[in-house]
């Protein structure tokens, strides 16, 4: 279990990474739903990862992570 849930921790950090990434080099705007889509993937699996090993903190910042993800596909949706 522990090998699966540090794989779900690196593919969550290489989500977050690569969203960053893509937007400050300007391949893609912030609100494009690509960009949220890793955002929300990157985050969940990160809760996944620090809600095992307890790390609440970190945890928190994630879920809210992932509401704001939530938040401006929602928004973008309903502009659209």
């Given at each position: ?63 809210v992570?992932?509401?704001i ?12």
């Open positions: 279990m522990k090998i699966l849930v540090d794989v779900i921790g690196w593919i969550g950090a290489l989500a977050l990474l690569t969203a960053y990434g893509l937007v400050s080099l300007r391949r893609i705007e912030g609100d494009a739903s690509g960009y949220q889509r890793l955002n929300l993937v990157g985050g969940a699996c990160l809760v996944v990862n620090t809600v095992y090993y307890g790390a609440y903190p970190s945890s928190l910042v994630n879920l992570w992932i509401g993800a939530i938040y401006t596909m929602s928004r973008k949706r309903i502009n659209a």
